[in-house]
C-alpha cells in the first residue's frame, strides 16, 4: 500500500491515508470502555471527513476483504457521490456492486485522476 500511495502522491496527487496506529494491547486495554469508544468514535469521523474531501475514493482490498469500517466509509462514499475504486474485486458482493472500476497499479489510477 506504501508503495502504491507514494507513486500517487510522487505524481502530485493528495492522497488521504486513515490514520493507523496500533496500540500496544495493554496500552488499549487499559483504557475504559467509554475512552476505547471515544477514540474510535474520532477515527471514524476522521475517516469520513477524508472521503468527504476527496474526489475519488481508492479501497485498497488486498485480497478482496475490506472491513466493517471500509463498509462504512464506502455507504458515506456513495452518499456523498464520490466515484469509488478499489484494487480487487470485493469478497462481499454488495461491495463490489459499488466499485466503478478495479484498479490495479498505480499508474492506471493516475490516468484515471488526470
Known amino acids: ?3 502504491f500511495a507514494q507513486k500517487l502522491k510522487d505524481e502530485g496527487i493528495v ?3 486513515p490514520y493507523l496506529h496500533v496500540a500496544k494491547p495493554e496500552e488499549w486495554n487499559s ?6 469508544n471515544f477514540v474510535l468514535l474520532g477515527l471514524t469521523h476522521d475517516h469520513f471527513y ?3 474531501m476527496a474526489d475519488v475514493v481508492f479501497v485498497f482490498n488486498i485480497n478482496g476483504y475490506s472491513g466493517n ?3 462504512l466509509e464506502i ?3 456513495v452518499a456523498c ?3 469509488i475504486y478499489a484494487l480487487e474485486k470485493d469478497e462481499e458482493l454488495a461491495r463490489h456492486v459499488m466499485f466503478r472500476e478495479i484498479i490495479t497499479n498505480p499508474n492506471d ?3 484515471k485522476l488526470k
Open 69 to 71: 469500517i471500509v463498509t
Open 1 to 3: 500500500m506504501r508503495e
Open 81 to 83: 457521490g464520490k466515484p
Open 50 to 52: 477524508k472521503v468527504k
Open 109 to 111: 489510477l493516475i490516468k
Open 31 to 36: 483504557l475504559s470502555e467509554e475512552q476505547r
Open 15 to 17: 492522497v488521504f491515508e
Open 75 to 77: 455507504g458515506y462514499a
